[in-house]
T-cell receptor, first 117, second 114 residues
Framework: AQKVTQAQTEISVVEKEDVTLDCVYE???????LFWYKQPPSGELVFLIR????DEQNEISGRYSWNFQKSTSSFNFTITASQVVDSAVYFC?????WGGGADGLTFGKGTHLIIQP | DAGVTQSPTHLIKTRGQQVTLRCSPKSGHDTVSWYQQALGQGPQFIFQYYEEEERQRGNFPDRFSGHQFPNYSSELNVNALLLGDSALYLC?????????????FGPGTRLLVL
């Protein structure tokens, strides 16, 4: 069975600080996808990034960066120079592949990120 | 390009009633997945529809059922509502055949069962 663990329930930092959100996953499949989604107070899940199991290259997008390490089954998310607008609940998710596409997502419990001005 | 849409946005029902939620996928997508998100929790996968059939199902009772129409839109039906069914119901769409597909979510339907 697959599982996603986000051990940090809530993180509070002051604006402009860097912050890292941790994600650890478990899966028996060799082909899988990892995701990060952002959920602002409005409730809609906003897609941030997808990583395939065979691509361990880290990625940077503006102030956001992701560190994927298969050796430790982790997919961590770092926000550099945080801003108040980054305040939201962030979810890490895992999906296995059935050959034609991706299965339903398994989500972690989420990390509530609070950026104080 | 229209994203995933869901209706209604909010719904109030009483225990024992039945409810139908609707979802229209993002343009070009053919697969619809449904999730239930209780307050303070991560979304839980209910089921996924592809080619008008339920392709995969999570750990939800048979009271939860669905349908996918030829235009790829989908419905989620919940019978014999319980208080514990109160949650945000999220629909996500994706496309089979693309090697790196992503599920895009709609705004959700907030269901309150009294």
């Amino acid at each position: 069975a697959q599982k996603v663990t986000q051990a940090q329930t809530e993180i509070s930092v002051v604006e402009k600080e860097d912050v890292t959100l941790d994600c650890v996953y478990e899966t028996r499949d060799t082909t899988y996808y990892l995701f990060w989604y952002k959920q602002p107070p409005s409730g809609e899940l906003v897609f941030l990034i997808r990583r395939n199991s065979f691509d361990e290259q880290n990625e940077i997008s503006g102030r956001y960066s992701w560190n994927f390490q298969k050796s430790t089954s982790s997919f961590n998310f770092t926000i550099t120079a945080s801003q108040v607008v980054d305040s939201a609940v962030y979810f890490c998710a895992l999906s296995e592949n059935w050959g034609g596409g991706a299965d339903g997502l398994t989500f972690g419990k989420g990390t509530h990120l609070i950026i104080q001005p | 390009d229209a994203g995933v849409t869901q209706s209604p946005t909010h719904l109030i029902k009483t225990r024992g009633q039945q409810v139908t939620l609707r979802c229209s996928p993002k343009s070009g997508h053919d697969t619809v997945s449904w999730y239930q998100q209780a307050l303070g929790q991560g979304p839980q996968f209910i089921f996924q529809y592809y080619e008008e059939e339920e392709r995969q199902r999570g750990n939800f009772p048979d009271r939860f059922s669905g349908h996918q129409f030829p235009n790829y839109s989908s419905e989620l039906n919940v019978n014999a509502l319980l208080l514990g069914d109160s949650a945000l119901y999220l629909c996500a769409s994706s496309s089979v055949g693309q090697t790196q597909e992503t599920q895009y979510f709609g705004p959700g339907t907030r269901l309150l069962v009294l």
